[in-house]
């Protein structure tokens, strides 16, 4: 699936946005720049909800988080909120638009899509129920899709992944859990920002910050490997390999250093390539965690085929990985499409100037 153009005429800070991406680059890696408070990230959470959420009814209160402080303008019948191409292998190219209606339109195209209009026949409404009491959610889909439009959105919802820091001001969380950012509390305190954000995590596997569950993941990876590696003794009387492949694998992602399982399973140990020396936590750098967090991330979820927004992608990456990182996510995960939100001139420098994008206003040049 490639994420290959997103306009967004007017959503807090963004303002006629369009941005296009050309599927025949290579790497499918495209840096978006803007000033601080430019609109990075409300545009990869706006993109995230509205293609990963928006389907799900389970998932409309994302929806309604992110959407609040907005509203259908008076004396209009709908307000388009974004529109975004992809192309996919299946289904060649798909059209999203979507469409806020208001509770007086949304009962016209609901009569009009009853008596079988034609004109709104490709037309879902997302929200059964008014969202913020007032707004109602729709997905126009160009007409040359004629597979069940659900499925299609479905698939889309499958294929869509958003990664940030957990200190990500997350507009698809309650604002009660937003306003814990502001205020005193530990990060054990069940009542944090960072706790709720967990707890959501847990019905939204497609998002992934960068330094949570870290730990939980990899013991877990190295878990199901020792039941492979079990389950291959006893069926063919000989231990199967799975717990030194992924340790293989896990350890081609690391520099100068190595991993491996504690013993009883309950956690992990790294240390220097070469040495048996443990390392202790604070012995791995931000950045390398971070690195390898991405690696177990990407691989870990199997991504393929995936759109993958990246928010703050660089942050605790020495300028050299930051240039890697480029590398790094064709090689760990070559048939997805990275946007990644950034400030970083390093990781531009190993692109061409045609992958970088910027939601304007346009940066200012460079002065001497
Ligand atoms: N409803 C709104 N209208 C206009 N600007 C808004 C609105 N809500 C938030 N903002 C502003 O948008 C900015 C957030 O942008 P953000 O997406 O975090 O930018 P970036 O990731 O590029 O730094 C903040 O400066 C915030 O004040
Ligand atoms: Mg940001």
Redesign the pocket.
């Known amino acids: 699936m490639f994420l290959k153009r997103i306009q967004v005429p007017d959503f807090?800070?963004l303002k006629n946005v369009d941005i296009t991406f050309d599927p025949q680059l290579e790497p499918r890696v495209f840096p978006l720049g803007?000033?601080?408070?430019?609109?990075?990230?409300?545009?990869l959470?706006l993109v995230f909800v509205l293609l990963h959420c928006a389907i799900d009814p389970e998932k409309l209160h994302l929806v309604e988080n992110l959407l609040q402080?907005?509203t259908v303008k008076h004396g209009t019948d709908w307000h388009s909120l974004a529109t975004i191409e992809i192309f996919d292998n299946k289904f060649e190219n798909i059209k999203l638009e979507y469409l806020c209606y208001s509770r007086q339109s949304i009962r016209t195209l609901l009569n009009h899509q009853a008596a079988q209009s034609p004109y709104c026949q490709n037309i879902i409404v997302l929200s059964p129920q008014a969202l913020l009491g007032e707004i109602f959610l729709a997905c126009r889909i160009n007409a040359s899709i004629t597979s069940d439009l659900h499925a299609v959105l479905k698939e889309v919802a499958a294929h869509t992944f958003l990664a940030a820091p957990s200190t990500q001001?997350f507009h698809f969380l309650s604002l009660e859990s937003r306003k814990k950012l502001f205020s005193r509390s530990s990060i054990e305190d069940s009542g944090s920002y960072i706790a709720d954000l967990k707890n959501l995590q847990e019905s939204l596997p497609n998002l992934f910050t960068y330094d949570l569950s870290l730990v939980d993941t990899l013991v877990n990876l190295f878990r199901e490997a020792r039941d492979r590696d079990f389950s291959a003794v006893v069926s063919t009387g000989q231990y199967g390999h799975s717990y030194h492949q992924i340790l293989e694998k896990m350890n081609s992602a690391l520099v100068g250093k190595q991993i491996s399982s504690r013993s009883d399973l309950t956690g992990v140990q790294f240390h220097l390539d070469g040495s048996n020396t443990e390392l202790q936590p604070e012995d791995l750098s931000h950045g390398e965690l971070k690195r390898f967090s991405i690696y177990i991330w990407l691989t870990s979820q199997n991504l393929k085929d995936a759109i993958v927004l990246m928010?703050e992608i660089e942050i605790a990456l020495h300028p050299d990985w930051q240039y890697q990182i480029v590398h790094d996510l064709v090689k760990w995960g070559p048939t997805n499409q990275y946007i990644l939100?950034t400030h970083s001139y390093e990781l531009c420098q190993a692109v061409t100037p045609a992958h970088v994008k910027e939601?304007t206003p346009n940066l200012l040049p460079q002065t001497v």
């Open positions: 807090r800070v803007s000033q601080n408070g430019g609109g990075k990230s409300t545009l959470q402080g907005f001001i928010d939100a939601i």
